[in-house]
């Protein structure tokens, strides 16, 4: 479906910019059209300088291409000074694009502001878009030339010389361009370019007072979008009728319920209410709940009605730097929330705390001082409309007053954030990770590691300027009456015999001090019983937190610790911890007023995981060349061909766990490794070749990278914003991508280096080694020979001699009502469809429940008794049975425009690999050849019941059998067309051969159309 203002939009930008590309932060320009705009728009949008937009995002290219990689040509292209420029202009004109030809050339200025304005109306016509012109005459002569690119007319409309773009089906009959000044504006509707000379009669967009702020706002953003809600606000008024249309619909069904109980029913109803309620009958209960039910729905509708009146707009908008692009999204309301949100966070004391903080910090964030929790006005006033509703039914509401009494009287928990003019929480490491080098097996270090997670290595540290140990220690004291007083004033909503029970929650916190001026805090949540179980007659139940906290300068850090704090008490503040260029520009960068920041780099994880998977690496070789060692001494002190005694004492030494299988070279002896996804071992190492290539790029993560947001309150708007340091990103393309080039395509015999540091001779033959004998297997990864060979799949492998391939139950005979185009298979079938014809694998999988004999699929008639099972790699090792890798001579004898295949195939294979190739032979000699390929024409027959479907194919049945069902996957077959290229020749035979993949294919049936 065409979308018709998106199409006008693109006429006008080409009726504006003629051959204009994007683009230099000079806005001398910004504040004539505000001037001339009329104003009572709905949206505005604007682009400061379409040249500066476009040279940041080629700064941004430039430094992010590894121009070693490159071919010559494109190399030369970004030594241009605008390539993005060069390249629209040689797809448009066949030269390259410069922004002085659309200057002086076509009279536009590629510096100024290009606005897109919409007001009230159909939006396919009642828009203005203008841009900055260099020269007015230029500009017209080029749009109205007849052999120019836009070919529009001038005419004169109100007495003011119009140009005009004829249209057609786009909802506009034409668009209008007016030129004043430096400027040309374009609208789908004439009467709004009339209205930009009417400076008396109609107020201009700058005299608009949520206009005009926001374009105060916006004034160092590149391009930004605002929406004013104004126009339809006095719809917001109108809500209000439908306030107490649910409220009466509820009140009359309660009638209509009470009307349909009998007068027995409801007389035995209200005495079970009485026996368990203190209220009198089904009547009063439901008075009760509708009391409920309407307050809090009129206080929730009051609250929407309230936030969408005071709601002004929304802004968004992007700084389009090329280093540090960012993204600001504007909230536009009342103040009267200001009260609500953080108070703003002093910049230079962050700044100087973050300085100052030990190590690389990959997250953090800042918060100022919390306003102090209060009790909820929502809450209260739902409280209050209850009050007076059931008041006025005389329901009783003492039960009510104490209610409410307890909601505004209580001691709320205070945030620790309120007592604090700013806060920061920072990750820290507060531990150290196992080290490989310190293990000789991957289980003893996996074990280290499992034991870690209980004293964590990362930990979020708070940092509280001008505190100490004490003030945690107050909080907690704090926190512990909140809590108490809240429970005593619960229970006294409930009568006196009510009020004591067997279990209770009581709220503890202690402190200790230890080295270093460091405070072990302890804070504990209680639930303690009353019973005399096991002798005991009080027990408890206690969820702990630990906190290590100390002063530090004039700071209090601290954090949750299930050690002696050691970190903390080596904490020490740095007066040069280098934060890194990018972190210190960001947060140079955070507007003035900002009550909350957060910043998170996660470029420096790439290295330090990489290291790290080089470390476990040598660890997993170090632990299998030992395991290896051991198996082959074990087989030198074995007799020789005697393998079950070899696989006994195998069996004693404690297998690696990254190990899967033990394998045997079938012509040498020698035994060697496969680790899961059948990989063998040994092979050479890879992560050194990784770390080798991010070398370059590891230099620049301390001072490149990060993301940062920061949100903040002024004068009824909320603003918040994110801002990226691209220089991770951008260096990490380009240096990997360089060392790359440099380490293995300088010369033709680099990729050959690759390969050989990163296979072994064991890769070059993978099929040998799937085929070579396995002496033992790693149970632990038994279920991954289960996800590569589907389900049903066993370890077994079965050599020669099997079993021939032949239905072992009967064939049911060709039906008289089968169309003679139906292939007769009869004499090829070598299963049945009720055989485990994958014998060797989970009993009961067979085809039993598909629909023997004449099959229908989209009007395609199928003879379908049997199957035609051919060989493959998996069915060959993991099957009882030899199935035939070619059949040849199926007779046909007819002429046809289509052949159709209902067929399955058992086993996986990579997309797009062929499973099986069709050869269709003609009676002159020659003969078609085709394949079906895995993914496209076919899948195996197990699948997960919303699983895809091959594109060039369609599910013919889906069903289950008894495996299948325990597994929960279902059974597909699928109906494959081929059209046949030379439908006037005789078709005599085709040939089914497969191509031996890990698949192994089989038919159905086959019919010629």
Same mark, same amino acid.
């Not at 789908?188 to 706002?217: A, C, F, I, K, Q």
């Not at 035995?268 to 809090?296: F, S, W």
């Not at 139940?541 to 050690?563: E, P, Q, T």
């Given at each position: 479906?065409?979308?018709?203002?998106?199409?006008?939009?693109? @006429?006008?930008?080409?009726?504006?910019?003629?051959?204009?590309?994007?683009?230099?932060?000079?806005?001398?320009?910004?504040?004539?059209?505000?001037?001339?705009?009329?104003?009572?728009?709905?949206?505005?949008?604007?682009?400061?300088?379409?040249?500066?937009?476009?040279?940041?995002?080629?700064?941004?290219?430039?430094?992010?291409?590894?121009?070693?990689?490159?071919?010559?040509?494109?190399?030369?292209?970004?030594?241009?000074?605008?390539?993005?420029?060069?390249?629209?202009?040689?797809?448009?004109?066949?030269?390259?694009?410069?922004?002085?030809?659309?200057?002086?050339?076509?009279?536009?200025?590629?510096?100024?502001?290009?606005?897109?304005?919409?007001?009230?109306?159909?939006?396919?016509?009642?828009?203005?878009?203008?841009?900055?012109?260099?020269?007015?005459?230029?500009?017209?002569?080029?749009?109205?030339?007849?052999?120019?690119?836009?070919?529009?007319?001038?005419?004169?409309?109100?007495?003011?010389?119009?140009?005009?773009?004829?249209?057609?089906?786009?909802?506009?009959?034409?668009?209008?361009?007016?030129?004043?000044?430096?400027?040309?504006?374009?609208?789908?509707?004439?009467?709004?370019?009339?209205?930009?000379?009417?400076?008396?009669?109609?107020?201009?967009?700058?005299?608009?007072?949520?206009?005009?702020?926001?374009?105060?706002?916006?004034?160092?953003?590149?391009?930004?979008?605002?929406?004013?809600? =104004?126009?339809?606000?006095?719809?917001?008024?109108?809500?209000?009728?439908?306030?107490?249309?649910?409220?009466?619909?509820?009140?009359?069904?309660?009638?209509?319920?009470?009307?349909?109980?009998?007068?027995?029913?409801?007389?035995?109803?209200?005495?079970?209410?009485?026996?368990?309620?203190?209220?009198?009958?089904?009547?009063?209960?439901?008075?009760?709940?509708?009391?409920?039910?309407?307050?809090?729905?009129?206080?929730?509708?009051?609250?929407?009605?309230?936030?969408?009146?005071?709601?002004?707009?929304?802004?968004?908008?992007?700084?389009?730097?090329?280093?540090?692009?960012?993204?600001?999204?504007?909230?536009?309301?009342?103040?009267?929330?200001?009260?609500?949100?953080?108070?703003?966070?002093?910049?230079?004391?962050?700044?100087?705390?973050?300085?100052?903080?030990?190590?690389?910090?990959?997250?953090?964030?800042?918060?100022?001082?919390?306003?102090?929790?209060?009790?909820?006005?929502?809450?209260?006033?739902?409280?209050?409309?209850?009050?007076?509703?059931?008041?006025?039914?005389?329901?009783?509401?003492?039960?009510?007053?104490?209610?409410?009494?307890?909601?505004?009287?209580?001691?709320?928990?205070?945030?620790?954030?309120?007592?604090?003019?700013?806060?920061?929480?920072?990750?820290?490491?507060?531990?150290?990770?196992?080290?490989?080098?310190?293990?000789?097996?991957?289980?003893?270090?996996?074990?280290?590691?499992?034991?870690?997670?209980?004293?964590?290595?990362?930990?979020?540290?708070?940092?509280?300027?001008?505190?100490?140990?004490?003030?945690?220690?107050?909080?907690?004291?704090?926190?512990?009456?909140?809590?108490?007083?809240?429970?005593?004033?619960?229970?006294?909503?409930?009568?006196?015999?009510?009020?004591?029970?067997?279990?209770?929650?009581?709220?503890?916190?202690?402190?200790?001090?230890?080295?270093?001026?460091?405070?072990?805090?302890?804070?504990?949540?209680?639930?303690?019983?009353?019973?005399?179980?096991?002798?005991?007659?009080?027990?408890?139940?206690?969820?702990?937190?630990?906190?290590?906290?100390?002063?530090?300068?004039?700071?209090?850090?601290?954090?949750?610790?299930?050690?002696?704090?050691?970190?903390?008490?080596?904490?020490?503040?740095?007066?040069?911890?280098?934060?890194?260029?990018?972190?210190?520009?960001?947060?140079?960068?955070?507007? =003035?007023?900002?009550?909350?920041?957060?910043?998170?780099?996660?470029?420096?994880?790439?290295?330090?995981?990489?290291?790290?998977?080089?470390?476990?690496?040598?660890?997993?070789?170090?632990?299998?060349?030992?395991?290896?060692? @051991?198996?082959?001494?074990?087989?030198?002190?074995?007799?020789?061909?005697?393998?079950?005694?070899?696989?006994?004492?195998?069996?004693?030494?404690?297998?690696?766990?990254?190990?899967? @299988?033990?394998?045997?070279?079938?012509?040498?002896?020698?035994?060697?490794?496969?680790?899961?996804?059948?990989?063998?071992?040994?092979?050479?190492?890879?992560?050194?070749?990784?770390?080798?290539?991010?070398?370059?790029?590891?230099?620049?993560?301390?001072?490149?990278?990060?993301?940062?947001?920061?949100?903040?309150?002024?004068?009824?708007?909320?603003?918040?914003?994110?801002?990226?340091?691209?220089?991770?990103?951008?260096?990490?393309?380009?240096?990997?991508?360089?060392?790359?080039?440099?380490?293995?395509?300088?010369?033709?015999?680099?990729?050959?280096?690759?390969?050989?540091?990163?296979?072994?001779?064991?890769?070059?033959?993978?099929?040998?080694?799937?085929?070579?004998?396995?002496?033992?297997?790693?149970?632990?990864?038994?279920?991954?020979?289960?996800?590569?060979?589907?389900?049903?799949?066993?370890?077994?492998?079965?050599?020669?001699? @099997?079993?021939?391939?032949?239905?072992?139950?009967?064939?049911?005979?060709?039906?008289?009502?089968?169309?003679?185009?139906?292939?007769?298979?009869?004499?090829?079938?070598?299963?049945?469809?009720?055989?485990?014809?994958?014998?060797?694998?989970?009993?009961?999988?067979?085809?039993?429940?598909?629909?023997?004999?004449?099959?229908?699929?989209?009007?395609?008639?199928?003879?379908?008794?049997?199957?035609?099972?051919?060989?493959?790699?998996?069915?060959?090792?993991?099957?009882?049975?030899?199935?035939?890798?070619?059949?040849?001579?199926?007779?046909?004898?007819?002429?046809?425009?289509?052949?159709?295949?209902?067929?399955?195939?058992?086993?996986?294979?990579?997309?797009?690999?062929?499973?099986?190739?069709?050869?269709?032979?003609?009676?002159?000699?020659?003969?078609?050849?085709?394949?079906?390929?895995?993914?496209?024409?076919?899948? =195996?027959?197990?699948?997960?019941?919303?699983?895809?479907?091959?594109?060039?194919?369609?599910?013919?049945?889906?069903?289950?059998?008894?495996?299948?069902?325990?597994?929960?996957?279902?059974?597909?077959?699928?109906?494959?067309?081929?059209?046949?290229?030379?439908?006037?020749?005789?078709?005599?035979?085709?040939?089914?051969?497969?191509?031996?993949?890990?698949?192994?294919?089989?038919?159905?049936?086959?019919?010629?159309?």
């Amino acid at each position: 479906m065409k979308k018709p203002f998106l199409i006008i939009g693109l @006429k006008s930008l080409g009726l504006l910019f003629g051959l204009l590309s994007l683009g230099g932060h000079q806005f001398a320009q910004a504040s004539q059209h505000q001037q001339v705009l009329p104003g009572n728009a709905i949206v505005h949008a604007e682009i400061r300088s379409l040249l500066r937009v476009v040279t940041q995002a080629e700064n941004f290219l430039k430094s992010g291409v590894p121009e070693q990689l490159l071919p010559p040509d494109a190399g030369e292209l970004l030594k241009q000074k605008h390539p993005l420029l060069t390249v629209f202009g040689m797809k448009m004109m066949g030269k390259p694009l410069e922004p002085e030809f659309l200057s002086h050339s076509l009279g536009i200025d590629p510096d100024a502001p290009v606005t897109v304005t919409i007001y009230p109306g159909d939006p396919r016509k009642f828009f203005i878009v203008s841009m900055g012109l260099t020269g007015a005459d230029a500009f017209v002569g080029t749009v109205t030339s007849p052999d120019g690119p836009v070919k529009a007319a001038r005419i004169s409309i109100g007495g003011l010389d119009l140009i005009q773009l004829p249209m057609q089906g786009m909802g506009a009959d034409a668009l209008y361009g007016l030129v004043r000044g430096n400027r040309v504006y374009v609208s789908g509707e004439s009467s709004l370019l009339l209205l930009l000379d009417d400076t008396e009669g109609y107020e201009r967009l700058n005299g608009d007072p949520h206009m005009s702020d926001v374009l105060r706002r916006t004034d160092e953003l590149d391009l930004f979008l605002t929406i004013h809600p =104004d126009l339809i606000k006095p719809l917001y008024k109108q809500a209000g009728f439908f306030k107490f249309l649910p409220v009466s619909l509820l009140s009359l069904k309660k009638q209509e319920f009470l009307a349909k109980i009998p007068e027995d029913e409801k007389e035995m109803i209200d005495m079970q209410i009485r026996m368990q309620m203190p209220v009198d009958g089904l009547d009063e209960l439901l008075d009760y709940g509708e009391c409920a039910v309407t307050a809090t729905y009129h206080t929730a509708f009051d609250a929407l009605l309230s936030k969408a009146s005071s709601f002004e707009g929304l802004t968004f908008g992007i700084r389009a730097g090329a280093e540090i692009p960012g993204l600001v999204f504007m909230v536009h309301g009342s103040d009267e929330e200001r009260g609500a949100v953080p108070e703003t966070i002093p910049m230079e004391e962050l700044r100087s705390a973050l300085e100052r903080f030990p190590g690389d910090i990959p997250y953090w964030s800042a918060v100022g001082k919390k306003p102090a929790a209060v009790p909820s006005e929502w809450m209260t006033r739902t409280l209050d409309r209850m009050h007076d509703l059931m008041a006025a039914k005389n329901l009783d509401v003492t039960w009510l007053d104490k209610l409410r009494k307890v909601h505004v009287e209580s001691q709320l928990v205070q945030p620790l954030e309120s007592g604090a003019g700013w806060t920061l929480k920072a990750a820290a490491q507060v531990g150290n990770m196992p080290k490989t080098d310190d293990f000789d097996s991957m289980d003893m270090y996996f074990t280290a590691l499992m034991e870690q997670q209980y004293d964590p290595v990362w930990s979020s540290v708070t940092v509280v300027p001008g505190k100490g140990p004490e003030f945690l220690e107050a909080f907690l004291e704090q926190k512990k009456q909140a809590l108490q007083s809240i429970n005593e004033d619960v229970l006294s909503l409930l009568p006196p015999n009510q009020r004591h029970s067997w279990v209770g929650q009581l709220y503890r916190h202690d402190s200790s001090n230890l080295n270093n001026g460091v405070t072990i805090l302890t804070w504990e949540n209680v639930w303690r019983t009353r019973s005399g179980l096991f002798g005991f007659n009080e027990h408890e139940l206690v969820n702990r937190k630990r906190y290590a906290a100390r002063k530090v300068g004039n700071h209090l850090v601290f954090h949750k610790s299930s050690d002696d704090g050691k970190w903390l008490q080596e904490f020490d503040w740095k007066s040069n911890s280098n934060p890194g260029r990018s972190r210190s520009m960001l947060v140079g960068m955070v507007p =003035d007023g900002a009550y909350s920041v957060g910043f998170l780099k996660l470029s420096g994880i790439l290295p330090a995981t990489i290291h790290g998977l080089a470390d476990l690496e040598d660890l997993a070789h170090r632990d299998i060349d030992k395991y290896l060692e @051991k198996v082959k001494a074990l087989a030198r002190d074995t007799s020789a061909g005697d393998r079950a005694a070899l696989i006994k004492k195998v069996r004693t030494v404690p297998m690696p766990v990254t190990l899967a @299988k033990v394998s045997v070279n079938s012509e040498t002896g020698d035994f060697y490794g496969m680790i899961p996804g059948d990989i063998a071992f040994p092979r050479p190492r890879i992560m050194p070749i990784l770390e080798e290539l991010i070398a370059d790029y590891e230099k620049d993560v301390r001072n490149a990278g990060g993301l940062l947001t920061y949100a903040r309150h002024d004068g009824g708007t909320r603003e918040y914003g994110i801002m990226h340091h691209t220089g991770a990103l951008t260096s990490f393309i380009r240096k990997t991508g360089n060392s790359f080039a440099r380490l293995y395509l300088k010369d033709s015999e680099g990729i050959q280096k690759l390969m050989g540091r990163a296979m072994s001779p064991l890769d070059m033959r993978p099929h040998e080694v799937k085929s070579e004998e396995v002496l033992i297997r790693n149970p632990r990864w038994a279920f991954v020979d289960q996800i590569q060979s589907g389900p049903g799949a066993h370890t077994q492998t079965y050599e020669s001699p @099997k079993m021939e391939a032949m239905p072992l139950n009967p064939i049911p005979p060709r039906s008289d009502e089968i169309p003679d185009h139906c292939i007769d298979l009869t004499f090829f079938y070598n299963a049945a469809l009720d055989d485990e014809f994958h014998k060797g694998g989970m009993p009961d999988n067979t085809l039993a429940t598909f629909p023997a004999g004449k099959f229908v699929v989209e009007g395609i008639d199928f003879d379908a008794r049997g199957l035609v099972h051919l060989n493959g790699e998996e069915v060959q090792n993991s099957t009882a049975i030899q199935y035939p890798e070619r059949i040849d001579d199926i007779d046909v004898w007819c002429k046809a425009g289509k052949l159709h295949f209902l067929h399955g195939t058992g086993w996986p294979a990579a997309d797009g690999q062929p499973v099986c190739y069709i050869t269709v032979n003609y009676e002159d000699g020659t003969d078609e050849r085709f394949p079906l390929r895995y993914g496209i024409e076919t899948l =195996d027959w197990w699948t997960a019941p919303d699983s895809a479907i091959p594109p060039n194919s369609i599910v013919a049945w889906e069903g289950e059998n008894k495996a299948s069902a325990e597994s929960e996957m279902s059974l597909r077959l699928y109906m494959t067309s081929w059209e046949n290229p030379h439908p006037e020749m005789l078709i005599t035979s085709i040939s089914l051969e497969s191509a031996m993949s890990d698949s192994s294919p089989f038919f159905l049936a086959v019919t010629a159309e």
